[in-house]
C-alpha cells in the first residue's frame, strides 16, 4: 500500500489550499482515512479523519474551516482548507490504517504567510 500526497504549497493568511491523497495498492474500503500535521518543533496532530461512512472528526482548530471528504471508488482522501491563519502551517500528511499497519504519505508542506 502506497499513499501519495499533493497539493500543499504558500498562501497567504485567509486563502485556501486542496491537499489530494491517493491510496494505491490492495485497498479494503473499510478504513478510516485521515490528514495529520506537524509544525517545525511540534508533535504530529490530528487534523481530520473520515471513515468509510458515518461520522468524520476534525480538530477544534480547524472546525468550519476545513473540509475533509473521500472518493471510495478512486480510494483518494481530500482536504479543503480555507480561511487558513498562520498557525496551520506545517507539514501534512495522509494516513490509512489498515489491518494493523498504519500507512503514510510522504508529506507536503503548507505554507501560510504574508
Known amino acids: 500500500v502506497q499513499l501519495q500526497a499533493s497539493g500543499g504549497g504558500l498562501v497567504q493568511p485567509g486563502g485556501s489550499l486542496r491537499l489530494s491523497c491517493a491510496a494505491s495498492?490492495?485497498?479494503?474500503?473499510?478504513?478510516?482515512m485521515g490528514w495529520y500535521r506537524q509544525a517545525p518543533g511540534e508533535q504530529r496532530e490530528l487534523v481530520a479523519t473520515?471513515?468509510?461512512?458515518?461520522?468524520?472528526n476534525y480538530a477544534d482548530s480547524v472546525k468550519g474551516r476545513f473540509t475533509i471528504s473521500r472518493d471510495n471508488v478512486k480510494n483518494t482522501v481530500t482536504l479543503q482548507m480555507n480561511s487558513l491563519k498562520p498557525e496551520d502551517t506545517a507539514v501534512y500528511y495522509c494516513?490509512?490504517?489498515?489491518?494493523?499497519?498504519?500507512?503514510w504519505g510522504q508529506g507536503t508542506l503548507v505554507t501560510v504567510s504574508s
Open positions: 473520515i471513515p468509510f461512512r458515518d461520522y468524520i
Open positions: 495498492g490492495r485497498i479494503f474500503s473499510n478504513n478510516v
Open positions: 494516513k490509512m490504517p489498515q489491518r494493523g499497519t498504519d500507512y
